[in-house]
C-alpha cells in the first residue's frame, strides 16, 4: 500500500524544522539522490505572483526541502515552465522567480535557478493518449527531480495537485496546444497520466499550509490548512488532498481516470497515511471552483447529450470594464478564441471551457458566468 506522510506546519516561519521532520519521518532524502548527483525542483510556479497569494508554492518550502539535498551534498536546480501563457524563455523564468519569492529562497539554501530553456521530444508509444511529449531538459537531465506542489482548487480538474503540476514539465505555449485537444477534464486527466507514467518524480511535497480555494488555480482565496505532505507517489498525495478538501473520489476526474485504468491507489482506503489521522484532516466548507457541481443530473445529461455540455457549464466572459488589453488570455486560449480589440471577447462557439484565460488574466476582468440551466440544476 502506498504512503502518504503527513505533518501540521500552522505558518511558513515553521516550515524547515517541519520538512526536517517530515523527511526523517520518511527515512531521510539520502534515499532518493547519491552524492555529487543533481536533483530538479519543480515547484509550481503558474504566474509571476506574490506568495501570499497562494497561487504558486511557497519559497520556504522550496527552500526547506532544497537546503536538505544540498546537505545530502546532491546539486540542486530549480525547473520549471510557468503557465500556459507564458513562453518558455529566459526572460520569463526571471520575472516568474523574482515575482513568486525564488531568487530569494535558493540564496539561502543553494539552489541554482535553472535557465535552461531547451526541451525534448520524446517518444512514448506506451500512452494511452499521448504517444510523444515534449518534456523541459532541466528535468530530463537530472538524476533525480522532486515535485514541490501546492494544495489549490482547479477550474477544469477541480483539485491542482502532485500530478497536476507535472503539467509544468510541458514547455511553454505547447501546453496550450495540448489543451487545445484535451477538450475535457476526462480527456486531460488521461494526458496527466500519461505523463505521470513517463515521468515520475522520486519524491512530491505538497506545500499546504496555506491552500487555495475558490476559484483556483490562479484566481482563488488563500485558505489556511496548516500542512506538508509527503509521498513517493503523486497520485496517493492527490487522494488524500482530495479528501482535505472534501472532493468526493467520484467527482475528481483524476482519481476517475485512474480507476479506469486500473491504477493504485484510486481511492482513499488503498492509501496508508503516516502523522495524523485521516479525521483530523478534513477541512470544512472547503470552497469549490465555480465550474465545479454537484449535480447528479447535470452529469448525467452532459453524459447522454454530449452537445448540450456548453449550456452545463460556466462561461468564461470578459468584464469590459475592468479588461486592459493585455493579450494574456488570448496567448493561453488553446482555440484561438478570443480576440482583442481594444480590449478582449470571447467567441462562444470556439470556446471549450478549459478557463486557462481566467487563469492567465491578472486584472480580474473574466467572470465565470453560470448559465441559466446550470443554475436551475445546481439549486
Ligand atoms: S481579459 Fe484580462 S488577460 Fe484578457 S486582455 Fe483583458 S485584462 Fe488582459
Ligand atoms: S476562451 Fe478561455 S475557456 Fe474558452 S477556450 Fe479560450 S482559454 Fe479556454
Known sequence: MSKVYIIRCPDYGQVSGKMDELMTMMGGVSQFVNAGQRVALKPNLLLAADPAKAVTTHPSVVAAIGRLFTAASADVVLAES????????????????????????????????????????????????????????????????????????????FLSGGVKNLFGLIPGRTKTGYHSTMTTKELFAELLLDLLSLVPPRLTIMDAVVGMEGEGPANGNPRQVGLLLASTDPLSLDVVASEIIGLPEDRNPLLLAAKGRGIHPSSIAEVEIVGMPLNELRI????????????????VIAAVLPLLRPLLTVDPRILKNKCTGCGACKNACPRDAITLRKVASIDRQKCIRCYCCHEMCRFDAIELHKGKIYRMLNK
Not at 98 to 118: F, H, N, P, V
Not at 284 to 299: Q, V
Open 82 to 157: 510557468p503557465g500556459a501563457g507564458y513562453a518558455y524563455d529566459r526572460k520569463a523564468l526571471e520575472k516568474t522567480y523574482r515575482m513568486c519569492g525564488m531568487e530569494e529562497a535558493a540564496k539561502g539554501a543553494g539552489i541554482e535557478l535553472g535557465y535552461d530553456t531547451s526541451y525534448e521530444s520524446v517518444s512514448f508509444p506506451e500512452g494511452k493518449l499521448i504517444k510523444r511529449f515534449e518534456i523541459i531538459s532541466p528535468i530530463r537531465k537530472a538524476d533525480c527531480y522532486v515535485n514541490v506542489c501546492k494544495l489549490k482548487t482547479h477550474n477544469l480538474m
Open 284 to 299: 470544512a466548507g472547503y470552497k469549490m471552483p465555480s465550474a465545479y457541481s454537484n449535480s447528479t443530473m447535470l452529469r
